[in-house]
């Protein structure tokens, strides 16, 4: 299930692109065995059947025509009942075949209006199409012979159909989320470890996670130089150990995190937890850390980018920021340290079941959809 919010409503995948697909397929297959030998036309009712008639119009493989007329019933999420002209309608339908191809039937209403227009022009007969019907809300006796998919009485969006005018593009059909989904929605925390390569676009795709999802972000390195600048206790420990060329131990540095983290409060909507944890023990004291406080990590997300790649962008990077560290050999040395690092607390993320990869290659656009999805659907 995946989640879009179009202006002030928040909708959830109702039905599949694929299933879309199969039932638009199954009616054109019907029409193609009823209507052979009637060159049948098709008035797709604008604006919300243009989707569903052009994918419609490609799967007849009977000669057909089409032609699109208007009307409106719409305000908002809910059916007016005011139905106005049908206008646009050029054809002489006298002895036509008139399929009517329409995105959703309700009350029908609207529709049995319709038919009463056209048969004032003497069509040999008509017939109703429609992607959507709602059984439940029908006020007339209509006889809907294509109907592609029967919905309860939901306000559904995309695929051609609207709320005031958005979500038309979206090729799924959503339905709109109730205020108690939405509140559960918004309650749920979602911590969230990313894991990417120097190179993989880690810091970018965390920016748009905070922003689309309003996460905090907890960078180890950003974290560390903030305790130390602002004189804290665990900054003034954690800098002896970094003058005398230590590591930080997993103690101090787990310590230094939540001491972050409980600052965003105990209602916060997640974190992203970026560059730590780095080993096993790391991951086991973070899970430790996160469980005392009645919270968890719902994804440990890998932006996997080859090599290869890694290396062009980090190259291409040296060169635009004047950075010395961008250099070939000392790029390797970070990329065979970061791999010797992560596989075997990808294993280990593995079977906690959180591991989630995602294809670092591509648009950002495509990473970021893939990325969402993820997290829209763990739990």
Known sequence: MSIVK??????KTSITEEEIKQRVKAVA?????????????LLAVLNGSFVFAADLMRMITIPCEISFVKLASYEGTTSTGKIKEVIGINEDLKDRTVIIVEDIVETG?????????LGTRGPKEIHICTLLLKPERLKVDLNIEYAAIEIPNDFIVGYGLDYDQQGRNLKEIYTILTDEEVDKMNN????????GAPGSGKGTQSDLMIEKYGLNHISTGDVLRGEIKNGTELGKTAKSYIDKGQLIPDELMIDILASVYDK???????????GFPRTIPQAEALKKMLAERGHKIAAMIELDVPEDELMTRLIKRGKESGRSDDNEETIKKRLDVYHNQT??????YKKEGLHRHVNGLGSLERIFNDISSIIDNVE
Do not use: C, Q, Y
Request: hydrophobic fraction near 45%; aromatic fraction near 10%.
């Open 29 to 41: 297959d019907r029409i193609n065995n009823d209507m052979a030998g009637k060159n049948p036309l």
């Open 188 to 195: 749920k925390m979602k911590n969230i470890v990313i894991f």
């Open 264 to 274: 965003f409060g105990k209602e916060h909507k997640g974190v992203i937890f970026d």
């Open 109 to 117: 209403l609207t529709m049995k209006r319709m038919v009463e227009t």
């Open 6 to 11: 179009i202006k002030d409503k928040s909708f």
């Open 343 to 348: 596989a075997p607390l990808v294993d280990w």
